[in-house]
């Protein structure tokens, strides 16, 4: 390799080293300012929170014994891959963005299930190791993309319905909302809020009111043994 060569690829190393510091620092200090954020709401959910890192990208809170109307809750935020360049110019084209996941158990399971999604929403299901969305029939539900099971589909539609204007106090911009019978039965792809301009507990207000509107017309529990039995 020749002068010439020799220096390209030294810039090139350089660009790329300082690319991949630039891109770690910055996601870590957002990351950890959405920590501190969050700190001021996360005891309406529940009293004890684990967190961990995964990766220079994603950190995970998980409360394992969550207040009502949640048994678990786990928030996920990933953003994005902003230390690796050639990644992140993919997730700009994939219209992947910053990306607030709650998912949640409810204490009382759904007995309908939904999908609402943004158009132009990220599909992080494959990343994720999630299963692929059922091949529900589609129609649109305001701005978003609404599919149910055709044995709940009214029913599924009527709580969609009633449930996304909650889901906009969260945060007003939408990217999925879904509900499902068993797992994951809450399951919110939202931006990462502004924390300039969000209350902390308000926002988690909030995310409580939308676990209490899905629960409404959830199973109702099995009664006791010996109740109910004539005799």
Partial sequence: MDEWGQTLLIAAIIIVLGWFTLGLTWNLRKGNALLRWMQAGLPQLGERTTMRWLGSSAVELVIGKARSPFKQVTLLAVMEPRDIPWLWLISRFQHRRDVLIVRAQLQTAPTYEFDLIAPDAWNETKQSGQPELRQWAVEPLDDLNFSAPSTTRS?????????????????????????????????????????????????????????????????????KSGEGAGG
């Fill in 155 to 223: 029913l599924s539609r009527a709580i969609a319905v009633d449930a996304l204007p909650v889901a906009r106090r969260v945060q007003p911009r939408v990217w999925r909302l879904s509900a499902r019978r068993s797992d994951t039965q809450l399951d919110l792809h939202i931006p990462l809020p502004n924390l300039r301009q969000t209350n902390a507990p308000e926002f988690f207000t909030a995310l409580r009111e939308l676990g209490e509107q899905l629960g409404k017309r959830s199973t109702p529990p099995l009664p």
